[in-house]
């Protein structure tokens, strides 16, 4: 469902009659409205995408990859659990990375200290809420020996340029209604247009009254609000 609003941006009417309230300016000498047309939707997303970053430390690049494998498993026990598919799962190369003793004042000697293994894990799903409560049960994993840098996940919509399209047709279409409503009040019609420009979209969180003027892709949240904004200049017949 579309939630449909507009601002008007008016000029002053430039002659000596003046028409009640001011609708419009001159353009190539003919008199114009300017409008503002916005349309907004809400959006669901529909993928959402999650990865951690699983690591262990030990004196030899065995056991590091040794204690790592017991920590992954307990990763993808958790990622099973919550019934992800298999070509939703995603696993790094393993690696591997030295760590220098440092002397007293900090400086680093050519002497390794230990090893840290690390490997990430990620998942894709059309299941967003159960992305969202993977993120939440992998951190929780940590109370459990696991070492893991759980990221905060990122929600998309598919089928967002469908979006847009649609949302700059129904600002369009706002746009031009008002215009109707200004030139009606003065005894005018609306003409043929004169001008129009697009402005940026604003995808924002849920709720969020967030803007930019570079425009906004929230990627957070799974509910956001998309809205488009048009500008417009039409001639006026009287």
């Known amino acids: 469902m579309f939630f449909l609003g507009a601002t008007l941006a008016l000029g ?7 028409v009640g309230n001011a609708i419009g300016s001159y ?15 809400l959006l669901v997303s529909d993928m959402g995408y999650w990865s951690g970053t699983i690591s262990a430390s030990a004196s030899t690049t065995a056991d590091s990859f040794s204690k790592l494998d017991v920590s ?5 026990s958790l990622i099973k659990a919550n019934q992800f598919q298999t070509d939703e799962i995603n696993l790094s190369g393993l690696n591997v990375t030295p760590v220098y003793i440092k002397n007293e004042k900090g400086i680093t000697l050519n002497k390794i200290d230990y090893y840290v293994a690390t490997q990430t894990v990620s998942v894709s799903s059309a299941r ?6 993977l993120q939440r049960k992998a951190s929780d994993l940590m109370r459990d020996g696991v070492q893991i840098a759980s990221a905060n996940p990122t929600y998309t919509c598919s089928t967002i340029e469908n979006v847009k399209m649609t949302l700059l047709e129904k600002a369009t279409q706002n746009g031009y209604d008002r215009a109707q409503v200004l030139a009606k009040s003065s005894g005018s019609k609306v003409g043929t247009l004169a001008n129009a420009s697009q402005g940026v979209f604003q995808i924002v969180s849920y709720g969020s009254t967030d803007v930019s003027d570079y425009g906004i892709s929230d990627t957070s949240s799974i509910k956001k609000n998309a809205k488009a904004v048009v500008s417009m200049e039409y001639f006026v017949e009287k």
């Open 12 to 18: 002053v009417v430039l002659s000596s009659q003046a």
């Open 27 to 41: 353009s190539k000498g003919r008199l114009t409205i300017n409008v503002k047309g916005v349309s907004e939707v």
């Open 72 to 76: 992954m498993n307990k990763v993808q």
């Open 128 to 133: 967003v809420d159960a992305v969202r409560d």
